[in-house]
């Protein structure tokens, strides 16, 4: 049975994928987007538009909503203006969505929300699941408060998921289309000492899992989206490499990161071991759990837009 679907976040790296497979099974789906009605239906297909959230108020309501906006984390370096710009784009969003939702003549099912793994804060090499405690500091504190705005819509008898995304491998944008230019010139190489895991996954999972969280009345609480298969940094460049088939000798020390990064290089040298424990116990498979076959696909799909 096809759904009314609300999405944030729709024109993005995820967000036009997700689109493209609700809309070929028959969903119909409005997006919110600051950019002109023709961009986002040039991005996203046949699909309703608007702009601000105010042109939902009293709005009859939606069979599900999808709350993936948020701006870029690693784009800029994080300044005090700039870590409230992320808590704006994703708490304060998520808080005025689930306030707008509270007008509508029903409410949603079901509420599927972003997160990051990064909610666990720097893990070292332990084995990380969806019940780890998690380290305090700032993706921590930015993915627990964004979390906790979309749990208030429990309040409305909506069910709500929370996906915990790594680091997302796929054609057409994401990290791959900044990290994939210097290791084809061969100047490519690790972070740091590279011991920091990678917590990576291929887009069409995301999108997968997703969809899964949408469609399963069982599915509830936070995920790890995530491969099953996490690497180091030092695994990551060497598989990268190996499929560009370019050498990887140029590390970039840690010392460099964090004088050129500031607070943000914690991003590049730190990780998480992390699992999907909770999408393998409750049956979801990954078409995409081995790293070498994710970017071989990506790379021959195309990894700029």
Partial sequence: MSKNILITGGTGFIGRELCRQLLERGDGLTILSRQS?????????RVQCVSNLTELRDHQGFNAVINLAGEGIAEKRWTEDRKQALRDS???????????????????EVLVSGSAVGFYGDQGDR?????????DEFTHQLCQDWENAAEAARGLGVRVCL??????????????????????????????????????????????????????????GAYNVVSPNPVTNREFTATLGKV???????????IALKLALGEMAELLLTGQRA???????????????????????????????
């Fill in 127 to 135: 084995t990380v699941n969806e019940e780890t405690p998690p380290r």
């Fill in 37 to 45: 009605p023709e961009t986002v239906k040039a991005l996203c297909g």
């Fill in 90 to 108: 994703r708490i304060a969003l998520t808080e005025s969505l689930v306030h707008i939702m509270q007008s509508w003549s029903s409410s949603p």
């Fill in 163 to 220: 996906s915990r995304t790594g680091l997302v491998v796929g054609p057409g944008g994401g990290f791959l289309q900044r990290m994939v230019p210097p290791f084809r010139f061969g100047l490519g190489g690790r972070l740091g000492n590279g011991t920091q895991y990678m917590p990576w996954v291929h887009r069409a999972d995301v999108v997968n899992a997703l969809i899964w969280m949408l469609d399963h009345a069982n599915a509830s």
């Fill in 244 to 254: 560009l088939h370019r050498p990887t000798p140029f590390p970039a020390p840690a």
């Fill in 275 to 305: 699992m999907p424990s909770r999408l393998s116990d409750e049956g979801f498979r990954f078409e995409f759990p081995e790293l070498q076959a994710a970017l071989e696909d990506a790379l021959r799909r195309g990894t700029t837009s």
